[in-house]
């Protein structure tokens, strides 16, 4: 199961660095993504990636303060996280696609999902 680590408590205007073990699925993975989920609200979108790393796509909310990368190497999929603002509290789960899609970007997109991480922004 893909496992999502590095989140924590944090004020705001701090950062974090969110990353995502794809050990055992580099072969079939394509497309990889982050999504949220707020209390009392539906998971939604932050950022996805494929696996060629030169595509990526992101929220909105979240355009200039997060970016996501990937290391081929470590099979890994990071979030750098930064200008942490409340309303990034969230839990924040990582997934994997196993199809070649022009973008990743609605759940339907992704395959494989791993359980969250809690980043908490305190005022």
């Known amino acids: 199961q893909l496992q999502a680590s590095g989140g924590g408590s944090v004020q705001a205007g701090g950062s974090l660095r969110l990353s995502c073990d794809l050990s055992?699925?580099?072969?079939?993975?394509?497309?990889m993504g982050w999504f949220r989920q707020a209390p009392g609200r539906e998971r939604v979108f932050v950022s996805s990636?494929?696996?060629?790393?030169?595509?990526?796509k992101y929220a909105d909310s979240v355009k200039g303060r997060f970016t996501v990368s990937r290391s081929v190497a470590e099979s890994t999929m990071s979030l750098q996280m930064s200008s942490l603002k409340p309303e990034d509290t969230a839990i924040y789960y990582c997934?994997?696609?196993?199809?070649?899609?022009?973008?990743?970007?609605?759940?339907?997109?992704?395959?494989?999902w791993g359980q969250g991480t809690l980043v908490t922004v305190s005022s």
């Open positions: 997934a994997v696609s196993y199809r070649a899609l022009r973008e990743y970007y609605s759940e339907a997109n992704f395959d494989s």
């Open positions: 055992g699925r580099t072969s079939t993975t394509t497309g």
């Open positions: 990636i494929n696996w060629r790393g030169d595509r990526r």
